[in-house]
């Protein structure tokens, strides 16, 4: 039987199928199978023999000191790798259009490149003179940094083999094609293969690299689910371009921890690090506003200190709306219910709005009590004492849980001028010295309600 001169390839997860269908099997996605020829298979050095360099080591005689990091100088991007690139490493930043994910990529090469070893920059969007000007705009025109506007892989990997630059950077991977696809560039087989070699070829000489990905209506990086899995560091670049800040986030790092975050601001010179994020996000912090707390949370190894701005008013819907920016809303219907079981206060006709300023996201439970107290605070128009700081876990109970890192919680509220800590009841016993900062601890959500509105 002859075999079939194409395939329907899925764009969003890279499922095959001999025949058009209007939606993929695999993710769900509609429209989304495009036709692709099928070429011959090619051999390649190691799949079909055996590569010189296919030799088992002894974890033993591992030496992972001879490969230290390579720090950037740009120190919250080094905290989110989790201390600078590894050798050889592979990381893929995506973010929304215009968010500044090639001014970081340019910041962080000029940064690694050397007069003995320059940084290679690959751009497939943009000419040599645009790259110039906007590295003249950030003060980095006179740094070794060489720029190739290139997109056929081979080529690419061609001059980069004779080169060995100190870093390559790939922007983007959505307009680099391999000769041996017919495919257009940025389709699934084009974006799979063209990472893949950008991935064995930094393994293989350990050049660091970094790729730049474009990102889908949706949030995710466009192009196959396996390009994720490829590389060693996935990396999103959050936050609205009409405001300053901006959050590096790490959702995949096999070299450090995912929990980290990066935050920055959006200046004429390009992208400056905020080495004191809780100062700026409570910067502009109204002061005697019903419905505003201060929320001490973790990111990663790193406390933060969040305004949590909470709005409840008449609903004339017969299903109020439920809004939240920031946090989980699951978890905020779940905290609305425990205030109405446990402490009466009815918000079933009410609407609620949740936001926490400055666009960070509070994933951990630690931030339970402070929404809570947001929440009671615009429902009585009762504010809070500005100079407060709330942490807590809520339970389904109404009980208070302990929480990890009380004492770098408290430590930071009172670095940053704050007077008191409500916190769970078991935390109290962790906090030792600190004599300028009152430590309030409750077991339960009418202990708090008792120190918050005195009722």
């Known amino acids: ?43 390649r050095k190691g799949q079909h023999g055996f590569a010189d360099d296919c030799t088992p080591v002894p974890l033993a005689d591992v030496d992972v000191g001879a490969t230290p990091r390579q720090r950037t100088a740009i120190e919250e991007f080094d905290r989110v790798l989790g201390g600078g690139l590894v050798p050889g490493s592979v990381v893929l930043i995506g973010g929304d259009p215009g968010i500044g994910k090639s001014t970081l990529v340019l910041q962080a090469v000029a940064a690694l490149g050397s007069s003995e070893r320059p940084a290679l920059y690959v751009s497939g969007e943009e000419s040599p003179e645009q790259i110039k000007m906007r590295a003249a705009r950030l003060g980095l025109a006179d740094r070794p940094v060489w720029l190739l506007a290139a997109t056929e892989v081979e080529a690419i990997l061609h001059r980069v083999k004779a080169m060995r630059p ?9 307009t680099m094609w391999a000769a041996e696809l017919e495919s257009a560039a940025g389709n699934v087989s084009q974006v799979r293969e063209c990472a893949a070699r950008f991935v064995r070829w930094a393994k293989a000489t350990y050049v660091p690299t970094l790729i730049v990905g474009h990102v889908t209506k949706e949030g995710a990086f466009a192009g196959p689910r396996v390009l994720e899995h490829m590389v060693d560091t996935v990396l999103y670049f959050e936050g609205d371009r009409s405001h300053a800040f901006r959050i590096l986030r790490s959702v995949k790092n096999r070299f450090g921890s995912t929990n980290e975050i990066g935050v920055f601001e959006m200046t004429e010179r390009g992208l400056q690090p905020v080495c004191n994020p809780s100062a700026h996000f409570l910067a502009e912090r109204p002061r005697g506003a019903a419905g505003s707390v201060v929320a001490a949370c973790m990111e990663g190894t790193r406390p933060v200190l969040i305004e949590v701005q909470a709005l409840v008013s008449p609903s004339v819907l017969a299903n109020p709306r439920r809004t939240t920016l920031g946090f ?14 446990k402490l009466g206060i009815q918000l079933f006709g009410q609407d609620v709005f949740l936001n926490a300023a400055g666009g960070v996201r509070m994933s951990e439970p630690a931030a339970d009590l402070a929404v809570a107290a947001a929440l009671g605070s615009s429902f009585l128009e009762r504010p809070l004492d500005p100079e407060l700081a709330v942490f807590g876990e809520v339970g389904l109970a109404g009980e208070v849980r302990g929480i990890q890192h009380a004492l770098l919680r408290v430590q930071e509220a009172a670095r940053l001028g704050l007077r008191r800590c409500l916190m769970p009841r078991t935390n109290l016993r962790q906090i030792e010295g600190l004599p300028e900062v009152e430590r309030v601890g409750v077991a339960s959500l009418n202990e708090a309600w008792d120190v918050l509105f005195g009722r």
């Open 166 to 174: 100190a870093v390559l950077a790939v922007d983007s991977i959505q």
């Open 1 to 43: 039987m002859a075999q079939p001169k194409s395939m329907y390839v899925c764009q969003g997860c890279g499922y095959r199928s001999p025949r058009w269908l209007g939606r993929c099997t695999d993710c769900g996605a509609w429209n989304s199978l495009v036709e692709e020829p099928i070429t011959s298979s090619r051999t």
């Open 328 to 341: 989980d809303p699951n978890r905020t219907s779940m905290l609305i219910a425990v205030l109405e079981k």
